[in-house]
């Protein structure tokens, strides 16, 4: 299994563009890792972790074809998550030749907002209706939380995340064969439900992903995003709770600028916690 970081931002990018504060002014100096789109994953080259507004231009730079995949896992409806124009551009309007179907996953609300979505901006109907779906190439699979779904070789099971008001946001397991990836962005404090139903599975990951929007000093706010000191306790957790490989590593991912040090500075300190600190173009092989 191979995992790709197509960006590690949260919702404005980072550095903000309109921002001047310490940090952001010192991502721009430096550069380089500390240069973050809105946050997405590539696992192999067929199944995305949300179709996101800059999956295009960080596979161009990271030189990662998409032309092949055929699982979207999205996680929610927020705009820095989910770009309708991509799946609008798999028309054969758009004079699109496409490899096959794509299978657009997620919870049952997500689905349906994204629906109220290509009603709006477009003149192709429901996502619901077959005809819809043969012109975009596209099935729908809504997902019921802490349910397993085989799909195409992988292993797929939603959590639900504490994020906002709304209903319908997922966090994710797949599975691969002897390899699992826990995808755990846009959250805060994952609930007791959770990890109840983590330890009944019993899978053994060998990366877990955490939002860290928030950094040193800040605190996790209540369903709306995770900071460091949270990230480091739930690493411990997963740990302790034998949810991790003995070698298996924990990344942090959906940065902002409160309290977030520049990369290299931040990642030596997540070290000292347990985990580390992804960065886009970030390519992990778990090999057999």
Not at 48 to 68: E, Y
């Amino acid at each position: 299994m191979n995992i790709t970081f197509l960006g590690t931002a949260a919702a404005p990018s980072m550095p903000i563009p309109f921002c001047v504060c310490e940090v952001c002014s010192e991502a721009r100096r430096v550069g380089g890792k500390n240069l973050r789109r809105r946050s997405s994953l590539v696992i192999n080259d067929d199944l995305l972790v949300d179709i996101g507004p800059d999956i295009a231009a960080a596979s161009f730079q990271q030189q990662i074809s998409l032309a092949g995949i055929g699982i979207c896992l999205q996680t929610h409806p927020h705009a820095d998550h989910l770009d309708i124009g991509f799946l609008l551009s798999r028309h054969t309007e758009y004079g699109t030749e496409v490899s096959g179907d794509l299978l657009l996953a997620g919870s049952d609300e997500t689905l349906r907002v994204i629906d109220d979505f290509v009603s709006k901006q477009s003149a192709y109907g429901s996502i619901f209706d077959s005809e819809t779906q043969s012109a975009l190439k596209l099935k729908l699979l809504s997902l019921t939380p802490f349910e397993a779904y085989s799909i195409d070789g992988y292993h797929i099971t939603g959590f639900p995340a504490s994020h906002g008001n709304d209903q319908g946001f997922l966090l994710y397991s797949i599975v691969q064969g002897d390899h699992a990836v826990f995808y755990g962005t846009d959250t805060s404090v994952l609930s007791e439900e959770v990890w109840e139903h983590l330890q009944q599975e019993r899978t053994m990951f060998d990366v877990v992903i955490l939002d860290h929007t928030y950094g040193i000093g800040f605190e996790s706010r209540p369903a709306d995003h995770l900071a460091s000191k949270d990230v480091a306790a739930h690493t411990d957790r997963f740990r302790e709770c034998g949810l991790l490989k003995d070698n298996g590593l924990v990344y942090a991912t959906h940065l902002s600028h409160e309290g977030n040090l520049v990369h290299d500075e931040l990642d030596e300190y997540a070290r000292n916690f347990g985990y580390r600190v992804a960065y886009d173009g970030l390519s992990l092989k778990l090999d057999d």
